[in-house]
């Protein structure tokens, strides 16, 4: 599980590439991504429509931007599971703008 503090709620619009956030994402406090920055993180859910400020969940995929140096985690809610292209899909308002690739988490059960 991961705690996010969201800094980008849905609706929030992005000052590059001036495309409202159709998704809350955030960040992890306390963990460093690769661009030296604090780990992002895309929040998808079915259950979460509205604007958060944090979330806790679980992580279910990594993408790798080929032409950038950082990393993006994709979290969800404990219950819920999606497919590779339902996460592209999601993520695909701000992915579309880089070259990336997206690894699924595995998962563990206990």
């Known amino acids: ?17 001036h495309v409202p956030y159709p998704i809350n994402y955030g960040f992890i406090p306390g963990v ?5 920055e604090l780990q992002d993180v895309y929040i998808i859910s079915n259950f979460i429509t ?15 931007r080929e032409d950038d140096v950082e990393e993006k985690w994709v979290a969800t809610t404990p219950e819920e599971m ?6 592209k899909d999601r993520v695909n308002f701000m992915e579309q703008y880089f070259n990336s690739n997206l690894k699924l988490e595995s998962m563990k059960t206990d």
Request: net charge positive; aromatic share 6%; hydrophobic share 40%.
């Open 82 to 87: 999606f497919t590779k292209k339902q996460i």
């Open 1 to 17: 599980m991961i705690h996010v503090k969201i800094d980008r709620p849905i609706g929030y619009t992005d000052l590059t590439h």
């Open 50 to 64: 509205q604007p958060i400020s944090v979330f806790e969940g679980k992580v279910i995929a990594i993408i790798h």
């Open 32 to 36: 460093i991504g690769g661009d030296g």
